[in-house]
């Protein structure tokens, strides 16, 4: 009778020494090497309490453990390249919110994306994705809408992203303005995709392609300082660029890190709470940043959310579009926890304010909120 760890202890060549329980200790204590992806589809799913995923869907495939399981088998050739085998692995928003449960700090989002890298070079592509790398090789813009004119030059360039672009203009003006009114003299290019859905979908040549595009721009426009309101834009430029050697000449701030003390002093009433986009406070490592910059506005009530880290439900490009109905009930989970706060949130993220506002929720992105506290 095949022991329920017979496929692991195979693959490690320990087949009659070592039950699965005996050689996850080994493992901790540095007893055993093993590669990171084996490690994680070793682990009793210590991070599952705290992933969007696992606790709005509840399955095993799609739980952290279970994606690892799933994508080893895959890599060792147990399990076939096929859509039916990749569902699970596209069920992660890449929130990296496993990392900070993790006791080897892993993201599971990084650890299965080779699989999911590979089955793009091979065309295993599940179609919901073609139109998506249609629309960024065609436009450079995930909408797939046309690009616009060129419009200004200076030292301070404002990025918008795509979502901004596309799905809330209003915001780009608030932020253009906003940015104005604290001194800035910002200008605005014809941008190009950062490429994110591309490198989220495992399709790495399209993204460093998009990558390449955009470092191109925004290096001729000669601007010193760029500043981005779309976290995922500024998580591309500081941490995927330089992973993949594309280098941008000025420095990248997400708007937040700029706001540090300009809010200081200004005066508001009432009480929010505020939701942290996971690309910021995780991806930029600035976990305390936004309820930072709320807590230094007078008169405010800053309530700390029922959970201080869970997605929207949209990140990560691939739920959102194969499994819509999940995206919503991780969206529908989020609106609660954060409903136990207050009725009025805070973001600094597009995509999670079009994902949380709701009739029984006002979620505000930080440059609307700033805007409105310095006069419109
Ligand atoms: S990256 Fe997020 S969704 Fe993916 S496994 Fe980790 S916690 Fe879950
Ligand atoms: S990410 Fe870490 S804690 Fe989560 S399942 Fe993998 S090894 Fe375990």
Redesign the pocket.
């Known amino acids: 009778m095949p022991g329920k760890w017979d496929w692991l202890k195979d693959e490690i060549g320990f087949s009659n020494l070592l039950t699965g329980g005996k050689m996850l200790l080994k493992v901790i204590s540095g007893k055993l090497s093993v590669d990171d992806l084996t490690k994680c589809a070793l682990c009793p799913n210590m991070?599952r309490h705290?992933?969007?995923?696992?606790i709005v869907d509840g399955r095993e495939t799609t739980s952290?453990a279970g994606?690892a399981r799933v994508a080893f088998m895959i890599r060792e050739g147990r399990l076939e390249l096929n859509l039916e085998n990749l569902e699970p692995l596209y069920m992660?928003?890449?929130?990296?919110?496993?990392t900070l449960y993790c006791p080897f700090e892993f993201?599971?989002?990084d650890l299965t994306r080779p699989i999911n890298e590979e089955a793009v070079k091979k065309g295993v592509v599940f179609e919901e994705f073609k139109k998506v790398f249609e629309n960024l090789e065609n436009y450079g813009d995930v909408y797939g809408a046309k690009s616009e004119e060129e419009n200004g030059k200076g030292k301070v360039l404002y990025i918008r992203g795509c979502t901004i672009r596309n799905e809330l203009p209003e915001l780009s003006e608030k932020a253009l303005s906003l940015l104005k009114k604290l001194g800035f003299e910002v200008f605005t290019i014809n941008e190009t995709c950062c490429g994110i859905p591309a490198y989220n979908l495992g399709n790495v040549e399209l993204f460093k392609k998009l990558a390449d595009e955009n470092a191109k721009k925004i290096n001729q426009s000669k601007a010193e300082l760029v500043i981005t309101s779309c976290p995922s834009c500024a998580y591309a430029y500081r941490v995927l660029y330089p992973k993949y050697g594309v280098k941008l000449k000025p420095k990248v701030v997400h708007i937040t890190e700029i706001l540090g003390d300009r809010l200081k002093g200004l005066k508001a009433e009432g009480e929010v709470t505020y939701h942290n986009p996971c690309k910021l406070a995780l991806g930029l490592d600035q976990k305390e940043l936004l309820k930072d910059i709320l807590n230094k506005i007078e008169g405010l009530t800053v309530k700390e959310p029922r959970k201080e880290f869970f997605?929207c439900g949209y990140g990560g490009s691939a739920i959102s579009r194969l499994n819509p109905e999940l995206a919503e009930e991780i969206a529908q989970e989020r609106r609660k926890q954060l409903k136990d706060g207050a009725d009025k949130v805070i973001t600094a993220c597009p995509s999670c304010k079009l994902a949380l506002n709701s009739d029984e929720l006002e979620v505000l992105d930080i440059v609307e909120f700033a805007h409105q506290l310095l006069g419109e």
């Open positions: 991070c705290t992933c969007p995923v696992s952290p994606k992660c928003l890449s929130c990296n919110i496993c993201s599971v989002a997605c």
